[in-house]
Every structure is written in structure tokens, then in C-alpha cells.
């Protein structure tokens, strides 16, 4: 009895060391999510949404939906859901973004969206650490949850979506399904998005992201010959405030240097473009006429501020010293996302125990054997702007260590281990939020 007990134990091990070595592994699924071109200015949405679709129908309990925000765009949202038993409960939300930035194919050493895996185990790709690698690690990680733990179900349920459009700032992606019928009836209590990776054996978790201003300087003087000495012409006025704005960027970046702030921390504003002068003809070989003082001048600045930043506090230094009327200077600043919530409270989720989302998710991050550093406010934005500002607690994560940061950079890759090593992670993650019954902010 024993022996046939052993003899069918057996046929069952190999029954489903079989089953899983015929299903191509998640290496080859994030390898092929890669290759499809999602960069900009033209992203293949439909065929990620279509790849992404199928991935996800090969999983046990998943649902999918697939919607269309835009009925004259081919901007397709892919959303999965997997059940709760208490659908009552808030849910929890992992995003992902479809697209991705554009790549220069002669900077780098292989192709950018042929995925090549060398002998190391690095993946080049465009996308590989921004984020096509949480996409993949997500439906990964729910697949061996239900491999390990067939009869698993959760408590809350627990949705993906993967989005189009955050790299050029969301509009027609997460800022449009948060508007929807849809996003309401999900009654979203917790969300996880896109990180970055971490250069030590630490992982990165950001509880806030920098909000993004655009600020045009214009100055205006008197034209002149070229040969004339004058005060306020419009190129002096606009160098002097150049001059002011680099000086304040020399003292928030002397913060980062001497370790006292994160670049994150500070704010950072830097020169982006500088416009003034009389084009020659209209040839556009970029010759100028050389004896003229133009009568206008302006000068562009990318400018980030964290969410601990009074932002009325800078329009004032702005209008004051860096574009003083008195100089005949004028602003404009294009706000690329609030600071504050609907309550106006600083776009921030708390990482203390007074945020029991955030207690589940650090002891499963160790449970997995992880370690979080200590958390920080992302340098740039991500689409969770759009949960903070609706009161919704939101996490930046991922699980990439010991991986120097490429994203948005030539040579942008992952290596096959790490990326493993996330999906284990996020297996941790998803069983223990989805699991948690405990009150909620």
C-alpha cells in the first residue's frame, strides 16, 4: 500500500514537472512583452494589450477586460482581475505602463527591441527597467501563487491594469480611467506602481514623486544695432536671471553633494532651451543676423518640486528675483500635476505604522528575503500622482537590485536573475495584501 501511495506520488511530481517545463518560462514571456515596440512617438498598444491579454488568460481565476477610453484611438487599457472572497473590501491596484521612451539604436550595443539575452544573463531592451519587467512579474507571480497554492483565494480582490501614455504625462491613460465607471466600482484602497532600481542589495520603495512645472522666462528690451551699448536690452535681462536661477540650482544641488538632501528632496531646476535673435531667411540652416539686438528673449526650465515644498512660496521667488516685472520680465509656468489632495494634504503616503498597507507590504517584502531602504521620494512622476490626489495610499516598487539605473538611458537592461528574484518577491506581495483583513485608512 505504501509503495503504490510512493509509486503514485511519484507520477504526480513528474505529471507536473512535465506540465511546467511545456509552459515557456517567464524569462521567454518578459523577453517577447519586450519586443513589441511600445516607444513613442508610435506605441504598438494593440499588440501589447493583445500579448498581455492572452498571458494573462493562460492563468488560473483571472478575469480580463479590455477597454477603449478613446473610441477614435487605438489606445487600448487592459484590465485583470483576480476575485476576492469579501469584494467589499478595498481593493488593491498594481499598474504598468504600455509605452515606453524612444531609444537610439546606434548608441546602443544590441538592438533596442530585439531583447537579447547574453551570456551573463543580461536583457537589453528599451523598457526592460521602465517597466515592462513589473508588468510580466506581476501575472508571473500570481501564475506560481496558484501553482504552489492551487486552492489559494484571496480576500481582497486584487486588480492589474496596464496603461497607455504615462511617459507623456497620463492624460489620455490613467488620468482618463480614473474618470471612469470603471475605477469607481474597483473602490481602490491600496495601489502599487513602477520604482526604479536599486545599485545595492536593497530595495527601493518611493512614497512620493516630485511634481513637474515647465517655466518659460521671457524678457523684452529695446532692439539696437549691434555695435550700440544700452541698459535693459532683452538678452542682458534675460542672462541676468539666468544667472539668478543657476545660482539657486548650485545651492539645492550643494545639498545633494554634501549628503545632506536626496536629489529627490530638493528642488531642481534645470535649463532646458534659450531662444533670442533674428533668423537670417527662412532656409533653416539656424544663421542668425549677427548685428541686431533682438527685442525678446526666453529661456526654458524643466523645474521639479517635491510634495514638502510650499509651491506659492516659489512663485513668489519667481516673480520676485527670477522674472521681475522691473527688469521688464514675465513668466509662465505650465503646473504638469498637483501638490496637494482633494483634502490638501501633501501628496505623500505615510511609511510608519499609522499606514497598515504599508506594514503588510515591508513584512512581505521580508518574508520573501528582502530588504527595503529607506523610503524615498521619486526624482520624476508616475501615474501615481493621479491615486494620491484621490486620498489613495501609493507605493513606487521595483524589485530590482544590484542593477545600475538605465531607464530612459542607452543600454538599458535587466538581468534574467533579478528579475526572477522580483516575481518571488511580488509573490510575497500579492498573497499577504490580498490576505489582509485588517482596517484600512
Partial sequence: ???????????????????????????????????????????????????????????????????????????????????????????????????????????????????????????????????????????????????????????????????????????????????????????????????????????RVFYADRSPWNLVIKATGQPGHGSKMFDNSAMENLMKSVEVVSKFRENQFDLVKAGVARNSEVISANPVYLKAGIVADSSGDGKFVMNMQPSEAEAGYDVRLPPTVDPDLLKKRIADEWAPASRNMSFHIVEKGPLRDYAGRPLVTATNDSNPWWTVFKSAVEAAGGKLSKPEILASTTDARYMRVRGIPSLGFSPMKNTPILLHDHNEFLKDTIFLEGIKIYESIIKALSSFEGATP
Avoid at 109 to 125: E, M, N, R, S
Avoid at 136 to 152: C, T, V
Wanted: with cysteine; hydrophobic share 35%.
Fill in 1 to 203: 500500500m505504501v509503495k503504490s501511495i510512493w509509486h503514485l506520488t511519484l507520477i504526480i511530481f513528474f505529471f507536473l514537472t512535465l506540465l511546467r517545463s511545456t509552459t515557456p518560462d517567464p524569462v521567454y514571456h518578459f523577453q517577447q512583452y519586450l519586443r513589441i515596440k511600445t516607444a513613442h512617438p508610435d506605441p504598438d498598444y494593440p499588440t501589447a494589450v493583445s500579448y498581455l491579454h492572452e498571458l494573462a488568460k493562460s492563468i488560473p481565476n483571472l478575469q480580463t477586460r479590455i477597454l477603449n477610453l478613446h473610441p477614435h484611438k487605438p489606445k487600448p487599457l487592459l484590465l485583470i482581475t483576480l476575485p476576492g472572497s469579501n469584494p467589499s473590501l478595498p481593493s488593491l491596484l498594481l499598474n504598468s505602463h504600455l509605452d515606453s521612451v524612444p531609444a537610439e539604436p546606434s548608441k546602443w550595443l544590441h538592438p533596442p527591441f530585439d531583447a537579447v539575452k547574453t551570456d551573463d544573463g543580461c536583457i537589453f531592451a528599451r523598457g526592460a527597467q521602465d517597466d515592462k519587467c513589473i508588468a510580466i512579474q506581476y501575472l508571473e507571480a500570481i501564475r506560481n501563487i496558484f501553482y504552489k497554492h492551487p486552492g489559494f483565494k484571496p480576500i481582497r480582490t486584487v486588480h492589474i491594469c496596464y496603461v497607455p501614455d504615462e511617459e507623456i504625462g497620463g492624460l489620455d491613460g490613467m488620468a482618463k480611467f480614473v474618470e471612469s465607471d470603471e475605477f469607481k466600482e474597483m473602490n481602490v484602497g491600496f495601489f502599487l506602481d513602477e520604482g526604479q532600481a536599486s545599485t545595492n542589495d536593497e530595495y
